[in-house]
């Protein structure tokens, strides 16, 4: 599939493939804790590593994963009470909504860049632990997941003001959770 034109749906596009990128971790994690499984029962050898590895892993994995999430609409409604309201009305309620995750968003990012920033300053490691894993990569996925998922509040945003104004849903990039991506 060829990069859309629209510029909402390239942020739907980016958000599409980062979520399907960061959810081949899963393998790893489950790579990693067969591993250890193995090496702990059938060698009586187990690592010292592979849980604070995992964990690491799935942080990243669950912070990047959330723009992916808003996009196919995965974050939770009182679906019971919103589907029965309007489009127009939907649309007030979701833009409404949305100040409020940006105030969030922005926080957030904000708080997140500087912790980021200061575990690379003093190269962060995790002092509790037998091996000493670097924190300052991992800590690098929160600004990085609150800008993608910042990202793609925008474009939920600007689709919720459209359907607010016009009573009608704008057009969103296509997607098939396991499958390929209709074109434009």
């Known amino acids: 599939m060829s990069m859309p034109k629209n510029p909402l749906k390239i942020i739907d596009f980016i958000s599409l493939w980062t979520g399907r990128a960061v959810s081949f971790f899963m393998y790893v ?24 590895t ?14 992916y999430n808003l996009f196919i609409g995965g974050h939770v409604k009182l679906d019971i009470v919103y589907r029965r309201l309007s ?6 309620l979701d833009s409404i909504t949305f100040v409020f995750f940006f105030v969030f968003i922005g926080i957030l990012f904000w708080q997140g860049y500087d912790f980021a920033a200061e575990s ?47 009573g009608k849903v704008m057009s969103r990039l296509e997607y098939a959770p396991l499958g390929p991506v209709a074109s434009e």
Not at 31 to 48: E, Q, S
Not at 61 to 66: D, E, K, L, P, S
Not at 138 to 165: C, D, M, N
């Open 29 to 52: 994690i489950a790579g990693l804790i067969c591993y250890d499984v193995i090496l702990r029962y059938a060698f009586h050898n187990p690592t010292i590593w592979v849980l604070e």
């Open 87 to 92: 489009l127009r009305t939907q649309g007030i």
């Open 120 to 166: 690379w300053r003093v190269r962060e490691i995790n002092p509790d632990s037998v091996w000493k894993p670097a924190f300052y990569p991992i800590k690098t996925a929160i600004p990085v997941a609150v800008g993608l998922l910042g990202l793609q509040g925008l474009a939920e945003f600007t689709r919720s003001i459209y359907q607010a104004v016009t």
């Open 54 to 67: 995992s964990f690491m892993i799935f942080g990243g994995y669950f912070m990047v994963a959330g723009a």
